[in-house]
């Protein structure tokens, strides 16, 4: 019973290891709602990227054709 323990623990502590090595790549969604509430962006700006995001081809920046 204690070996399975001690395999069930290494097993999580490699696991929890690799994953603090190899964080998941940050979804652009909530990048984009962590800066707007930073403060870091202003809501025309993160309507614009947010339509962006959401249809890429149906946006065009201003200035541009």
Do not use: C, H
């Amino acid at each position: 019973m204690v070996m399975l323990a001690f395999w069930i623990g290494l097993i999580a502590l490699v696991l929890w290891g690799l994953n603090r090595l190899f964080p998941d790549r940050a979804d652009p969604g909530r990048v984009l709602d962590a800066r707007l509430a930073a403060g870091q962006i202003d809501l025309e700006t993160y309507r614009l990227l947010r339509s962006e995001l959401s249809d890429p081809d149906a946006v065009t920046m201003k200035g541009t054709p």
